[in-house]
């Protein structure tokens, strides 16, 4: 019995010298375990083209408001919503029968008009002879003279009448003032047309070529001009490259255009400002109110660039991993572009700075790490 609780004793002396043992040797390999080798490498700057996408809205070259000049009602229609009208084409008929009475009623005005003038004429040679013959006075013949200017007076103005009348009576076919789409009706057969109409009958758009807006922020356009050549900004308008377009399903529209046109000045609102650029539309592709994406190559030189894949995006920021006093840092970034497969930063590193390439998947800040050694290059013979 003394016998078996000595070698117990004993069993339990060894386990206790195990576990001791053990636990002196678990903090160097849970530190090694901590402490990973991870491959780092030096920030560098260079140089980038980098394409940049700006919302944009879509225009015909003309989008002309066609609204009534005469007051009437609508009275004929002879085209569609969306047909393709050429200038000069009818589109629309006003009721014209007041017109035309008032034409007929101006020309026999003009008729009654000349009568008179050809009396007064008439008047005016004979009192002049008797004039002659000391048979009237001078006052007489003045006022003949009178009369008959009166009457002359009387025939232009009938004459402007029916000058006017006409011009109200081609104002009651509607016609178009230049080739392009028809839009939607506002107004139907019957509708009462004046020219204080709050809506136009439709939009007439002329998109054989289109002027598409787009916006840039107070920085991609200092950058936009700096990177163009140019005194002025009309120089810099005509040097800039061409642009591209991408529809708003993503894919890319085949024509290139070119920018033509700068805003005045920024929008204090939103802080941009509108430029605008022309596309050729040979396939009538692009509609009046269509959107898409303008895009602009910007070249930047002597930037900070970070691989892609070496930052870690949280709640919309971008980070990079850094080694300080043997621990790993997360260290806050701004991004000003995307080159390739690179980043263009703004804010946050150096050149010369130091970043984890890869393996910070699950790191921590803080947690111990160590910076994994390069290989030895061959030494060239």
Request: glycine share 8%.
């Amino acid at each position: 019995m003394q016998r078996f609780s000595i070698q117990k004793s004993i069993i339990l002396g060894v386990t206790l010298l195990v576990l001791t043992g053990c636990k002196k040797d678990n903090p160097n390999q849970a530190y090694q375990q901590q402490a990973p080798e991870l491959p780092v490498e030096i920030v560098k700057q260079g140089d980038a083209s980098v394409s940049r996408e700006y919302a944009a809205s879509i225009e015909g070259v003309s989008n002309v408001e066609i609204r009534p000049q005469v007051t009437g009602y609508l009275s004929k229609i002879f085209v569609d919503e969306g047909d393709f009208v050429t200038a000069g084409q009818a589109l629309f008929k006003i009721e014209d029968r007041v017109f035309q009475e008032q034409l007929k009623s101006a020309q026999a005005a003009l008729i009654t008009a000349q009568a008179n003038l050809s009396t007064s004429k008439i008047d005016l040679d004979r009192k002049k002879e008797l004039f002659r013959n000391k048979m009237v006075s001078d006052i007489q013949v003045k006022e003949a003279e009178a009369a008959y200017n009166a009457a002359r007076g009387a025939v232009s103005q009938s004459m402007s009448t029916i000058e006017s009348t006409k011009i109200n009576l081609n104002f009651s076919t509607i016609k178009a003032p230049v080739s392009g789409y028809i839009g939607r009706f506002n107004y139907r057969l019957g509708s009462l047309m004046t020219p204080s109409n709050q809506e136009a009958i439709t939009l007439l758009s002329d998109i054989h070529d289109v002027y598409i807006y787009f916006s840039m922020s107070e920085n991609d356009f200092n950058n936009f001009q700096r990177q163009t050549e140019g005194s002025s900004i009309n120089e810099i308008i005509k040097n800039t490259p061409m642009v591209s377009l991408l529809l708003s399903g993503g894919e890319k529209y085949e024509e290139k255009g070119k920018i033509d046109a700068v805003e005045g000045q920024f929008n204090k609102t939103t802080g941009s400002i509108t430029l605008r650029a022309k596309f050729s539309n040979p396939k009538n592709l692009l509609r009046s109110g269509n959107t898409g994406k303008i895009v602009l190559d910007q070249f930047y030189s002597n930037v900070i660039l970070l691989p892609i894949a070496s930052t870690r995006t949280i709640q919309d920021k971008t980070f990079v991993f850094t080694i300080k006093d043997g621990k790993a840092a997360m260290l806050p970034i701004e991004v000003s572009g995307k080159a390739g497969d690179n980043f263009i930063i703004s804010k946050g590193l150096k050149g010369g700075d130091q970043y984890i390439v890869t393996g910070f998947d699950r790191l921590q800040p803080g947690t111990p790490v160590v910076a994994q050694k390069k290989a030895a290059q061959p030494k060239k013979s």
